[in-house]
């Protein structure tokens, strides 16, 4: 399996804050000698391109394969459009995928420790060291400056895939709001040795809302991270299905994720309609799968997990226990009304069946006792 890569050749984020803050690099491209980017404030506008013998030549990324303790030497062109003199800081960094699956650098203040780490600008005319690595360099108006790049793997790197980006950045200031603008090229560099393709499925959980409709399936939400335990950076095709008991009302969901580099992994969320049958059982399958030009020599390797979710209809059964609860009220109130109706009913039988009893006579006031 093969995950396709969107080409890009430009990187441009641009952020506006309290301060500087650093911004994603995305992948949106403009082509080769058109402007990348423009701040509107000062119609600034400018490229930074992957060169060859100081103009830019097409390439989308900068894409090596070296050997520990090697060094490759590569160009970018710096252009600047606008008629005016531009100050740039130019600096690499490490690369991360952020949540939103798009490449970025590390935020500001987080220092490289991979192949951000071992980029080096050449000698240019006027540029300066940077604050926290990379230089600062002034481009005149309508000009393209070559800037001469350097990659030096050390000795002990380990085998696999070290992403980067290198940036050119222009920082402007205007009473509290700092507005950062940022164009960049990919670094994709790869040391040789023993490479391990493997994706792993990590920190699952599973949720299960059921539907007020007693005639409706609940929503189960899988929650899981694609984890890249190999060296190399790899797509996934992640497919969560579920079923009730015996099989009973199967569920499939699928999603993709474009890029999970080494040591890094990706958060996913998986939505999907699920019957209430008391429980469902379900597993997690994870394909991996070349990205992009990647060239593997070894079959990339997946995962798999299982879950099991409670999906007890908790609606349905207050709507059982209501409705029970009603019947038997009903019942009830019946059962006193014929009571109280029979207990007239006996009253009258009785009363109407009971003999009278005869009156005694009164005694004579005048008789005498005795007579």
């Known amino acids: ?30 082509p080769p000698g058109h402007p990348a980017t423009t701040t509107e404030s000062t119609e600034t506008t400018w490229a930074f391109q992957p060169s060859t013998g100081g103009v830019p030549d097409g390439r989308v990324s900068l894409r090596h394969r070296l050997d520990p303790g090697a060094t490759v030497t590569d160009a970018l062109a710096l252009t600047n459009y606008s008629a005016q003199s531009v100050a740039f800081d130019v600096f690499a960094s490490d690369g991360v995928v952020t949540e939103g699956g798009s490449f970025d650098i590390l935020p500001e203040g987080e220092e490289s420790t991979g192949a951000g780490e071992w980029v080096t600008f050449g000698r240019l005319d006027g540029a300066r060291p940077r604050d ?27 085998p696999g895939d070290h ?20 164009v960049g090229v990919r670094l ?32 189960a939400t899988v929650r899981f991270s694609v984890a890249n335990s190999g060296n190399v950076r790899l797509g996934a095709e992640s497919t969560v299905t579920a079923a009730g008991p015996f099989g009973a009302a199967p569920a499939t969901a699928s999603t993709e994720q474009r890029e999970v580099l080494p040591g890094q992994h990706a958060a996913v969320t998986v939505r999907m309609p699920v019957w209430p049958l008391l429980a469902s059982w379900g597993d997690i399958d994870i394909r991996a799968g070349v990205v992009g030009d990647d060239d593997l020599d070894v079959e990339p390797e997946g995962d798999t997990a299982s879950f099991v979710a409670s999906t007890v209809p908790w609606p349905t059964l207050l709507y059982l226990v209501v409705l029970a609860g009603l019947l038997l009220a009903l019942r009830l109130s019946r059962r006193r009304a014929a009571a109280r109706v029979q207990a007239r009913i006996d009253a009258a039988v009785a009363a109407a069946t009971t003999p009278a009893t005869p009156a005694t006579p009164a005694p004579d006031p005048g008789a005498r006792v005795g007579e």
């Open 1 to 30: 399996m093969r995950f396709p890569v969107r080409r890009a050749a430009l990187l441009l984020a641009l952020v506006a804050g309290c301060s500087a803050a650093s911004g994603a690099i995305t992948s949106s491209a403009a």
């Open 163 to 182: 992403p980067a980006g290198i940036v050119a950045e222009l920082s402007r200031s205007s009473e509290d709001v700092d507005l950062t603008s940022r």
């Open 132 to 158: 926290g690595g990379g230089i600062t360099v002034e481009v005149p108006g309508r000009t393209v400056l070559a800037v001469p790049v350097e990659v030096r793997v050390p000795e002990d790197a380990s």
């Open 188 to 219: 994709h560099l790869r040391v040789t040795g023993d490479v391990v393709a493997r994706l792993e499925v990590r920190d699952t959980q599973v949720s299960f809302e059921p539907s007020w409709n007693p005639f409706a399936p609940g929503t």
